[in-house]
């Protein structure tokens, strides 16, 4: 059974099959993600991604293979427009004008490759994993952060859980913070039972 109502987007074949290096904007992407995972109506709307109702997001087909310390990239999640000086981050802006027609709050890129040949729940914990990057900030008391305008103050986020397997094995869950994670994942899954390599550009971009 499909795990969702509309059929996820694909790739195109030329983009697979051309030689060339191919960046190609997907506005199908990014209306499949909202109304997905985001929107109220959603199929399978997750809460936690409540804050992106406010937020532009641009969606990017690539036919480049990345990787970084032997593993495969398959998808990454950045800001619109990233820390840069004044020059390119002025090519850089024009660039994505061309492909947007403005600067989204966040740009999800994924591998078509991978895109074309995975299952639906492979491409859904994808792309809720880069959803889950793109995040809100959070002031001293943890509370969620807000603009002058009244928007969200959005950044990206890094996991939940980020501990050493042998201070959870000699301290506990409670002890590491992670006593959610465990809980969640003794629950069982709520969508569906998957083994996906999270290969996440924007994860190996804080490995040391």
């Known amino acids: 059974m499909a795990l969702t109502q509309k059929r996820r987007p694909l790739p195109t074949i030329e983009l697979l099959e051309v ?7 997907s506005v199908e992407l990014t209306d499949w993600a909202r109304t997905t ?23 990017l087909w690539t036919n480049v293979p990345n990787g970084r310390a032997g593993r ?4 990454q999640a950045e800001r619109g427009l990233p820390p840069a000086g004044k020059w390119l981050r002025a090519r850089i802006e024009r660039q994505i004008l061309d492909w947007f027609g403005d600067v989204p709050d966040f740009i999800l890129t994924f591998d078509a490759h991978y895109a074309s040949q995975c299952s639906d729940a492979e491409f859904c914990a994808l792309v809720e994993h880069e959803l889950y ?25 890094g996991h939940d859980v980020e501990e050493f397997v042998g ?38 971009l804080k490995v040391a």
Do not use: W
């Open 37 to 59: 995972f985001i929107v109220d109506d959603s199929s399978l709307r997750n809460d936690d991604h409540r804050h992106l109702n406010q937020a532009t997001i641009g969606a």
């Open 19 to 25: 030689d060339e290096i191919k960046f190609a904007p």
């Open 167 to 204: 201070v959870v094995r000699r301290y506990g869950a409670d002890a590491a913070g992670v006593r959610a994670m465990i809980d969640a994942a003794n629950h069982g899954p709520e969508i569906a039972n998957v083994r996906i390599a999270q290969a996440c550009g924007t994860c190996r």
């Open 72 to 75: 495969s990239v398959i998808g």
């Open 133 to 157: 990057h793109c995040g809100q900030e959070r002031d001293m008391f943890g509370q969620p952060r807000f603009r002058k305008s009244g928007l969200p103050a959005f950044t990206i986020r």
